[in-house]
């Protein structure tokens, strides 16, 4: 009799969406809804044909993702439909403001500079954004869709329910967040791990063991690193 190979191991996509004049010049971008730039909108089409397809080459099979949860903001919007614009069809996928960006609240569109000159002691990843979300608040949230994301991998790799792969389409300080936590450290811990726009993140699990979450790959075709 055959044996079974084992099933390869879920993975969590986290794309950054690409370049806007904002990221640009170093802009808090929450709540504002700033398009892609024409260069960020060329890279995503540019890249879209190297990383989408069923080829053993592509990064990213459509037929292994169970589902996308994307940030409802233009920027991560355009960049979802941008990449996979060659299927006949978007894959499934929910917009949710669960995975927004970090709600800056007061420093909505300043740069840190800005900032500083207003609290020079200022730190995101300690107080959170007056006016917005706390760090707790943001702990919570993104604690949140990493428990559901877990599950769909739960069910795919120990029920044998849905497929493999699962895929978020967001922002800068939310994937920095998600990384930190994913791999059970302090969300401050964030400042760390560095997202570029347009970049890939891979997160997964280390000993084929879901209690063991696992940074694979980042900033993968990023803009630049």
Not at 114 to 122: G, H, P, R
Request: with cysteine; proline share 6%; aromatic share 8%.
């Amino acid at each position: 009799m055959a044996e079974t190979k084992p099933k390869l191991m879920p993975r969590l996509f986290v794309v950054r969406h690409g370049e806007t004049e904002w990221s640009l010049n170093g802009r808090h971008t929450g709540r504002s809804d700033i398009p892609l730039t024409e260069n960020g909108v060329n890279i995503i089409k540019a890249r879209a044909h190297d990383l989408v397809g069923d080829t053993p080459d592509r990064l990213i099979h459509p037929g292994t993702l169970c589902h996308i949860f994307v940030s409802p903001r233009k920027r991560a919007m355009t960049t979802f439909e941008l990449l996979f614009a060659n299927l006949p069809e978007l894959p499934a996928h929910t917009i949710t403001e669960d995975v927004r960006e970090w709600d800056y609240g007061d420093y909505e569109g300043l740069t840190p500079a800005q900032i500083k000159e207003k609290d020079k002691y200022w730190s995101i990843w300690r107080t959170g954004c007056p006016g917005g979300e706390s760090s707790d608040e943001m702990t919570r949230r993104v604690d949140k869709v990493i428990e559901a994301v877990q599950e769909i991998h739960r069910k795919y790799l120990e029920d044998g329910i849905g497929r493999r792969d699962v895929m978020i389409i967001a922002h800068g300080h939310f994937s920095r967040v998600l990384i930190s936590r994913w791999v059970q450290f302090p969300l401050c811990l964030g400042t760390h791990f560095n997202v570029e726009p347009a970049g890939i993140a891979i997160l997964s699990y280390n000993h084929r063991n879901l209690k063991e979450p696992a940074l694979n790959g980042l900033n993968l075709y990023a803009n630049h690193v």
